[in-house]
Structures are given as structure tokens and as C-alpha cells.
């Protein structure tokens, strides 16, 4: 009698389950110390999805994780329709991030990558795509220049209390 016991096979299954977590743990500590996903992607970049390829490079770019894959989305397409090579400028910029540390691309970027990466960079925190009249807005609320001091002051936009309440000490929401 050779059989296994099914608490054994279980148990075996959930080891196998709990390392393949580890792995995938390790895996996104690694992405977080070395631009893994831009490396491969630079190499790859012609057939790689342009909406994903935004993504990671406006992760990286604003060092921001988990951008809202809608805002991608619609800062993607505003910034192809103000520029019709904008997707063969982004993949430009990949080949470079990839070759590059973070801390040194603002000095290192060709001028042409400096001004795609501007243009993301600048979607990203103001929340809009161009300027003066032909501006686009795409997002307010989530505007990521409204992350700074989202723990004491509310987001101007509509009035959030009583007239005159801005002359009081504002209070802090994540004290």
C-alpha cells in the first residue's frame, strides 16, 4: 500500500502554493530595486502593448505604483492625439530608462526622451494633457500633485463646508 495520504497531498499543494508566493514576492521586491520590467520591455518594445509600456514608464517616472490603469489609459491616448509619434517617442524613452538609474535620468535622457518624459510627468501631476487653450483635462481629483498634502487640505473644487471655514486651522485627516 503505496498510497498517499490525502493530507499529505494537501499539505504538499499548499507548500508548493506558499512558494510560489515567495517567488512572486521576490520577483516585485527585485522590480522595486532594478528596472527589470524596462530592460526587457526595451528589448521587446515593438510588439510590447503601448498602454502597459506607459504605464511601467510613468510608474517609473513618478514613482508611483499602481496608477489607475483608466488614467493611463486616457493620458496615452491625449498624448498620442496632441502628438502622432508620441508612441515611437515613448518607446525611445524605454530604450534609455532601461540603460539608466533612476536618479540619474533627468541629467542623462537624450533631449528628445527629456521632453516625452515631461510630457508623462506633467500629465500625470497636473492632471492635464497640453496647454492654454488646447489643454485637455483629464483628471482633477486624481492628480497626483494633490498626494503632498492630501493628509491636511482638501482638494479645492467645490465647497466641503460652511462659508468662511478656510480662515480656520485646517484639520489634519491622517494625523
Not at 507548500?15 to 520590467?37: D, E, T
Not at 496632441?82 to 540603460?99: C, G, S, T, Y
Not at 486624481?142 to 482638501?154: R, Y
Not at 480656520?168 to 491622517?174: C, F, N, Q, T, V
Request: with cysteine; proline share 6%; hydrophobic share 45%.
Amino acid at each position: 500500500m503505496n498510497k498517499k495520504s490525502p493530507h499529505l497531498e494537501t499539505s504538499a499543494q499548499q507548500m508548493s502554493r506558499r512558494n510560489i508566493l515567495k517567488g512572486v514576492a521576490s520577483i516585485g521586491l527585485l522590480s522595486l530595486v532594478a528596472p527589470l520590467p524596462l530592460s526587457v520591455l526595451a528589448q521587446e518594445s515593438a510588439s510590447a502593448d503601448p498602454i502597459a509600456l506607459f504605464t511601467l514608464v510613468s510608474e517609473r517616472l513618478t514613482q508611483h505604483q499602481n496608477l489607475s490603469p483608466i488614467l493611463s489609459e486616457r493620458f496615452f491616448q491625449a498624448l498620442q492625439a496632441r502628438n502622432p509619434d508620441f508612441e515611437a517617442h515613448l518607446k525611445l524613452l524605454v530604450k534609455e530608462m532601461a540603460q539608466i538609474e533612476t536618479r540619474l535620468l533627468a541629467t542623462t535622457l537624450s533631449p528628445s526622451a527629456q521632453q516625452t518624459a515631461k510630457s508623462i510627468i506633467s500629465a500625470w501631476y497636473t492632471g492635464i494633457v497640453g496647454a492654454g487653450l488646447d489643454a485637455q483635462v483629464i483628471t482633477y481629483r486624481h492628480a497626483l500633485q494633490f498626494n503632498a498634502v492630501d493628509d491636511v487640505l482638501e482638494i479645492r473644487s467645490y465647497c466641503p463646508n460652511k462659508p468662511g471655514f478656510w480662515a480656520a486651522k485646517p484639520i489634519e485627516r491622517k494625523a
